[in-house]
């Protein structure tokens, strides 16, 4: 779990009670890290604003590996880094997976993404799945590829055999979501935080096609 110091809009308290919560829910492998001056953005060794700006794409160099120790929390023995492939970057149609909907009817992009490492492609060799979820403002046409491409997941599923899915929302006037959120606060309906909410549903179908194609 991760809070910049300087994060005015996720304040560091609230993020300390998420992580109270989760311990009460019996998760025990649970790491922090509320010490670093940043705002509110994801931490890269080298990529994107000053740490301390807080403005798009949300992204910025604070000399912290927000990727790898997200990572390395989930994952044991990791190995080191390596540089991505670009031709290794999929996409797959959101629409397919909606059950009928429509991915814009559900603040949607109509495309999320996918890296699948060489060693993953046609199906030589047992590999993991990652769900990386993008932020508010951070989705495909707000600021292109730049979170698909440049947060550092790619570089550490290429060295380590993971397929990392990139699914997308996108703003939505509709649902009066113009920040391109995810669905945590109950935009489209009541269900939006267990397994019946809309677009959990989308995201496990898609993460299904990719465990049976990939």
């Known amino acids: 779990m991760?809070?910049?110091?300087?994060?005015?809009?996720?304040?560091?308290?609230?993020?300390?009670?998420?992580?109270?919560m989760y311990q009460d829910f019996g998760v025990t492998k649970i790491t922090s890290n509320f010490q670093l001056i940043a705002s509110h953005t994801f931490p890269t060794i080298n990529y994107g604003n000053a740490c301390t700006f807080s403005f798009t794409p949300y992204i910025s160099k604070c000399s912290y590996d927000g990727a790898g120790e997200a990572l390395r929390v989930l994952y044991d023995n990791l190995k080191e880094p390596v540089p991505y492939v670009e031709e290794n970057i999929d996409s797959i149609d959101q629409n397919q997976f909606?059950?009928?909907r429509g991915a814009a009817a559900i603040s949607l992009g109509s495309e999320a993404y996918l890296y699948v490492p060489t060693a993953c492609q046609?199906?030589?060799?047992?590999?993991?799945?990652?769900?990386?979820?993008?932020?508010?403002?951070?989705?495909?046409?707000?600021?292109?590829?730049?979170?698909v491409l440049d947060t550092g997941f790619n570089?550490?599923?290429?060295?380590?055999?993971?397929?990392v899915l990139y699914p997308q929302a996108t703003a939505s006037t509709a649902h009066n979501n113009p920040n391109g959120c995810w669905d945590w606060w109950g935009y489209i309906d009541p269900s939006f935080a267990i397994k019946s909410g809309p677009q959990m549903k989308t995201i496990n179908n898609m993460i299904n096609h990719v465990i049976q194609n990939y």
């Not at 910049?4 to 009670?17: C, N």
Request: aromatic residues 8%.
């Open 98 to 100: 909606t059950e009928g």
């Open 155 to 163: 570089d550490w599923a290429e060295a380590n055999n993971i397929v």
């Open 2 to 20: 991760f809070s910049g110091l300087q994060d005015a809009t996720v304040k560091p308290s609230v993020v300390r009670v998420l992580e109270t």
């Open 122 to 147: 046609n199906n030589e060799n047992v590999c993991k799945i990652h769900v990386s979820f993008h932020g508010c403002q951070q989705y495909k046409n707000a600021i292109g590829m730049q979170y």
